[in-house]
């Protein structure tokens, strides 16, 4: 029987393969890849949960640090730092290759698992969003009637909408409307993206 500290070993080592099979478009298979590591499905499943929870744990494990590579691209303050990092991570997602396949490859699945309470993905996003909003009401950079947890729901939804646009409405991804959105809701009606002029 495996101790608890090999057991976590093993669980990393699982994670780390899926995500690399993730990072190169391939399909998580359950079944090969718990053949490929030497172990049965039940044992699989005991280390990284069902496929879900899997795909889950691996897409929170890309957003983190996605989002923070977002933050530290910007030095805008208030309104214009929160649709900044809305945008750039929007446009960060829409040009990942491994995530477009993703979406394409399991449009249901993928929507279920970023956009609703099923999962944690969408909860650790609003949650580190919140963070933000509230940084910058802490800091005097920004006013608004809606709490922060409030905000941030709405934030996270926007971006969904134009992140997801092609699943959701038929519509091209676009990232510079989610920012503007998002600018227009935080009342920066005169915010400007990255890389556009006035």
């Known amino acids: ?60 494990a890309l957003a983190e640090p996605t989002r923070q590579a977002a933050l530290a691209a910007t030095t805008r303050t208030g309104a214009a730092r ?5 945008g750039t991570f929007a446009q960060a997602l829409i040009d990942a290759p491994y995530f477009r396949t993703f979406l394409r490859r ?8 970023l ?13 580190a969003i919140e963070r933000l909003v509230q940084q910058e009401l802490d800091r005097g950079h920004l006013i608004h009637p809606m709490s922060a947890h409030d905000l941030a729901y709405l934030i996270v939804r926007i971006g969904e909408s134009f992140i997801y646009a092609d699943l959701i409405t038929g519509e091209d991804p676009d990232a510079t409307k989610a920012a503007l959105a998002v600018a ?14 006035v």
């Open 115 to 127: 956009t609703t309470k099923d999962s944690s993905v969408q909860h650790e996003i609003v949650a």
């Open 184 to 197: 227009a809701l935080l009342g920066d009606p005169a915010y400007t993206p990255k890389g556009t002029s």
């Open 82 to 86: 929160i649709a900044d990092v809305t």
């Open 1 to 60: 029987m495996s101790s608890p500290g090999r057991t976590s070993v093993l669980g990393n080592q699982a994670l780390d393969l899926a995500r690399r099979k993730f990072l190169a478009g391939d399909r998580l298979d359950m079944q090969k890849l718990a053949a490929e590591l030497g172990v049965d499905r039940s044992t699989l499943f005991r280390w990284v949960g069902n496929r879900d929870q899997l795909l889950a744990t691996i897409l929170s």
């Open 106 to 113: 399991e449009p249901e699945r993928a929507l279920r698992l």
